[in-house]
């Protein structure tokens, strides 16, 4: 929530969300697949730059997610995802290493 209110509150915080929301529609659009999931960051249109049939939100909490999980106790199968969007998740979990 912190990060968010960052994000959307500061000058900082914007000029660093238009670059990395910049960053991401680049790099995803050169990417290829069918499933792709978006864990953090809910708020940001990430799925949007996917070339994907089936988008899946994931977030613990949103509620426009299609799917609930915390992002370290993830139940996806192995090789069930074409790609995985992680804006700012590993710098906000508990766990990060695992």
Request: net charge negative; charged share 20%; with cysteine.
């Amino acid at each position: 929530m912190y990060l968010n209110q960052w994000f959307d509150q500061s000058s900082s915080g914007g000029y660093l969300k238009e670059k990395e929301l910049d960053f991401y529609r680049r790099s995803v659009q050169e990417v290829h697949g069918e499933v792709w999931v978006q864990m953090g960051m809910a708020s940001w249109p990430l799925l949007s730059f996917c070339n994907g049939r089936v988008l899946i939100l994931q977030a613990d909490n949103a509620e426009n997610a299609d799917v609930c999980m915390q992002p370290d106790a993830l139940a996806w199968t192995h090789a069930s995802l074409d790609g995985v969007l992680l804006p700012h998740v590993l710098s906000c979990c508990s766990e990060p290493d695992r």
